[in-house]
């Protein structure tokens, strides 16, 4: 007896379709998630921001990318190596954390001396690091030749956090600008 074209067509319809089922259930299953946003405790000590700033500069800050931490010789970018300590003389009357925020909100408003303009505003995409997650780099910047004093609740004059404190001795805010986040960028000439 001879089978029909249209059955055996189906037959083998059937078993190819079965075949790569089980194929492809052979292959490991792998789920891509969105990367996990950090959420940052509202209790978190210095320690545990400047450990998170530590990540946030190696990951989703980009920063490592562009800066060096402990090198020397004709670099592109400035070196962070002692930045802390370079950071309250750089702007006459400005504190080291008014400097940082400046530095990272606002990188074109103040060039370091013998580099050139090219740092991306941090706090907007691409990179679009929040408020908090900048104080934690913040505190990271400041143990590279200082001692970390800030906590999210520290207030500078790109954003002051909600029923915020001034920011840590040395670190009062100026000018602060209590509810715009992203205040307007006054360009400062050099
Ligand atoms: C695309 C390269 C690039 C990336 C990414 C970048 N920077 Fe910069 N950064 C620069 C350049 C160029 C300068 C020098 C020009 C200036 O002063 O704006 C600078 C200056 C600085 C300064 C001032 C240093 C000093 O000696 O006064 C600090 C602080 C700083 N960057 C921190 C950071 C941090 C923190 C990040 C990540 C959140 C970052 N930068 C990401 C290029 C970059």
Excluded at 22 to 29: A, D, M, S
Excluded at 62 to 80: E, N, Q, W
Aim: glycine share 10%; charged share 15%; proline share 11%.
């Amino acid at each position: 007896m001879t089978i029909p074209h249209s059955v055996r067509i189906a037959g083998l319809v059937l078993v190819t379709t079965a075949f790569y089922g089980y194929v492809g259930q052979l292959v490991p299953q792998r789920e891509v998630q969105p990367p996990t946003e950090t959420v940052l405790r509202a209790d978190m000590t210095t320690a545990d921001m400047v450990k998170v700033g530590g990540e946030l500069m190696v990951g989703k800050g980009l920063c490592m990318t562009c800066h060096t931490i402990g090198k020397s010789g004709a670099l592109r970018f400035p070196d962070l190596e002692g930045v802390a300590t370079r950071a309250s003389t750089r702007i006459p009357g400005m504190s080291e954390i008014e400097y940082f925020a400046k530095s990272l909100y606002a990188p074109d408003s103040f060039i370091v001396a013998g580099f050139n303009p090219g740092m991306p505003v941090i706090n907007k995409p691409p990179i679009g690091l929040t408020d908090q997650e900048i104080l934690c780099v913040i505190a990271f910047l400041q143990t590279l030749g200082g001692t970390p004093t800030v906590t999210l609740q520290t207030s500078h004059a790109y954003y002051t956090p909600p029923g915020g404190a001034p920011a840590a001795p040395g670190g009062a805010p100026t000018n602060a600008t209590p509810t715009n986040t992203t205040p307007a960028q006054a360009p400062v000439t050099r």
